[in-house]
């Protein structure tokens, strides 16, 4: 997905759940266009929220206030605009703010660490009726910033751009080695985006070594699997993901390359296999045994969703969208080389962060908080503690004719919610969410 450089300002919003299509996921365009000649100096994710928290003030349901822009219903998010009109509560206008605005009325699962903000994101990993779910706001710098973060995460098209470089491939996350390794040059890499073995986000990343994708077809005709006996691993098997056991499985003597593979992989009624035990011990021997085992065990099982899956195949990229059910939507396998990573340094890495945790910025180590960011958050709690639990409906609007106490809450046309720290003479100074101010009291006409 790209956008114009005339766009205006704004953000995209992405929701990751196996119910939101092919590729799991939703991406949203949400538009903020500043004034006439004014550049904001704000950030556009906090533009945005304080545009949705005064819509929701006013209208009849709240909680529907971002469906429209979001493309559909968030889990959680809609308790901020309810509460926000339920209770009067102030804007934030500060991402400082905004952060603790959402830590105490947002509805995530999970934890305080399920949410994350900075100026240019927000991200969070929650859970709805169906499992689950991961959703980000991330305005224009952090998209173009970052393409080997959220470069995947941006896509809407399951149809991968093909290319071969030369250049090593690094991973950002190192995968877990399938083992028998190939005997020849490079590594192909399987990101599994799957919930056979548990949630489906994040998902998994696996490689095999010693072997490009061109060549996996006859590599897996060719070799058996490594496992850990059972006797060491008392849950049963440790060896390689069902999912590629049953590629292994599909691969027929002719194949030379992976699509007809993958397209009888779609066709498999993979979500029916529940026996763990079982699972871990099917497709484990020679390549007719494993193709056998397979074909028997579907013979116990239902069909795969109706949905129609995605089949996309380059020379060094592979993509399988296959609809499970209608309960648990659609998964993804990608399967890539390092000579595709090479000439698709970003997107690869992105893939490969994608498929190895809920958020695509955990390996950023977090900045030391500057001075002045520092001062911002003292700013904040000072503010918090003068409001206490009252709210705008508890606040005489600020007027110069008007004598204030300390402790007295005031609602200013500009400032906002305020609240009085100290008296001096005819001045009084007042806490603010984004500053302390010294403003007049006690005029007299």
């Not at 579907?298 to 609809?323: F, M, N």
């Not at 992105?350 to 030391?368: C, E, G, L, T």
């Amino acid at each position: 997905m790209g956008m114009s450089t005339n766009d205006p300002a704004g953000l995209w919003f992405v929701h990751r759940s196996h119910r939101d299509g092919p590729l799991s996921r939703r991406v949203r365009r949400l538009t903020l266009a500043a004034a006439p000649g004014h550049e904001d100096p704000d950030p556009i994710l906090l533009l945005w929220f304080q545009k949705l928290l005064a819509q929701a003030r006013t209208v009849a349901e709240p909680d529907r206030i971002a469906d429209a822009a979001l493309g559909g219903r968030v889990a959680g998010l809609t308790t901020v605009f309810d509460t926000v009109k339920a209770k009067r509560l102030p804007i934030p206008k500060t991402i400082a703010a905004l952060e603790r605005f959402l830590r105490a009325h947002l509805h995530v699962e999970g934890g305080a660490d399920h949410l994350r903000v900075t100026d240019h994101t927000l991200r969070v990993l929650t859970t709805d009726d169906d499992g689950p779910i991961a959703y980000y706001f991330l305005d224009d710098e952090a998209v173009a910033a970052h393409a080997d973060r959220v470069g995947f995460l941006m896509l809407d098209d399951p149809r991968l751009p093909d290319g071969a470089g030369a250049d090593a491939f690094r991973p950002p996350v190192k995968p877990t080695p399938l083992l028998p390794a190939g005997t020849g040059a490079g590594t192909t890499f399987a990101c599994l985006l799957t919930h056979h073995h548990g949630p489906a986000v994040p998902g998994r990343v696996v490689a095999w070594a010693g072997v490009r994708l061109p060549d996996l077809a006859a590599h897996l005709r060719t070799v058996i699997p490594h496992a850990t006996p059972a006797a060491v691993a008392d849950a049963g098997l440790e060896t390689w993901p069902v999912e590629l056991r049953l590629l292994r499985a599909q691969v027929d003597p002719a194949d030379r390359l992976l699509s007809s593979a993958l397209e009888r992989c779609a066709a498999y009624p993979l979500d029916g296999l529940a026996d763990a035990d079982a699972v871990n011990r099917l497709g484990l021997g020679d390549h007719a045994s494993a193709r056998a085992e397979f074909k028997a065990a579907a013979a116990q099982l239902a069909g795969p969703g109706p949905e129609p899956a995605i089949v996309h195949e380059g020379d060094h990229v592979a993509v399988l969208c296959a609809h499970t059910s209608q309960d648990h939507g659609y998964q993804q396998w990608i399967l890539f080389d390092d000579r595709w990573a090479a000439a698709q340094p970003n997107l690869a890495a992105s893939i490969v962060r994608y498929a190895s945790d809920w958020d695509p910025f955990i390996w950023r180590k977090p900045k030391k908080k500057s001075a002045k960011e520092s001062a911002a958050d003292t700013l904040l709690r000072s503010w918090e503690r003068g409001i206490g639990k009252r709210t705008e409906a508890d606040a005489e609007p600020y007027k110069l004719s008007a004598r204030y106490v300390v402790g007295s809450l005031l609602q200013h046309a500009s400032f906002g919610l305020g609240a009085v720290e100290l008296i001096d003479g005819s001045k009084i100074q007042v806490v603010f969410q984004d500053a302390r101010r010294m403003l007049v009291h006690g005029r007299v006409a």
